[in-house]
C-alpha cells in the first residue's frame, strides 16, 4: 500500500485526512474537517511543548553518539499521558522527518529532538493536531509552578 503525502501542496491537511492517513483515532468531540494550523515557533499540546532547538542550544545539547531514526508512517509515540493516557504522535511523510533522544538537557525536561525537511504533525486524541514548519525542534515535557514549586504538567 503506498502512502499519500500529508504535506501535498494541492490539498489542505485537515485532522480528518491525518487521522486517516496514520491510523491513528482522535475523539468524537474534536471537528474533523478544520484545517490544521502549521506554525515554526513554540507551540503546546497538553503535557508537551515543542521548542525551536535554536531557542534551547545552550540548554539542549546533542550527545557524541547520537543517532537518528526515521518517522516511520505510523508516527513515533512521543509520550503518554498520565496512567496509560492517550499518546502524543510525531507524524510526517516518508523519508522527511527524523527523531533522536540522545539529547542532554540543561532543565531535565528534553524528550528528545526532531528534524523535518517538511511539515512535521504532532497528533493526541484529545488535543487534536499541529503542524511544525521545516526546521530542528526540541519536545520537552511542561512545567507548571504551584506554591513556589515546580511541577510536570499531567495530560
Excluded at 529532538?113 to 503542524?131: D, I, T, W
Aim: charged residues 15%.
Amino acid at each position: 500500500m503506498t502512502a499519500t503525502p500529508m504535506t501535498a501542496t494541492s490539498q489542505t491537511v485537515t485532522l480528518a485526512s491525518l487521522s486517516e492517513q496514520t491510523g491513528l483515532a482522535v475523539l468524537d468531540h474534536l471537528e474533523r474537517s478544520v484545517s490544521i494550523p502549521v506554525v515554526d515557533g513554540l507551540q503546546a499540546q497538553g503535557d508537551l511543548i515543542v521548542v525551536p532547538h535554536s531557542l534551547l542550544a545552550s540548554a539542549v545539547r546533542f550527545w557524541p553518539t547520537t543517532s537518528w531514526k526515521d518517522v516511520p508512517a505510523e508516527g513515533v509515540e512521543l509520550l503518554r499521558g498520565e496512567a496509560g493516557g492517550n499518546p502524543h504522535t510525531l507524524v510526517g511523510d516518508p523519508g522527511t522527518v527524523r527523531w533522536t533522544t540522545g539529547v542532554s538537557d540543561s532543565d531535565g525536561l528534553a524528550i528528545g529532538v526532531f528534524e523535518a525537511s517538511a511539515v512535521a504533525y504532532l497528533l493526541h486524541p484529545e488535543h487534536g493536531a499541529s503542524g511544525c514548519a521545516p526546521g530542528t525542534y526540541v519536545v520537552r515535557r511542561q512545567r507548571e509552578s504551584e506554591g513556589g514549586r515546580g511541577r510536570l504538567v499531567a495530560d
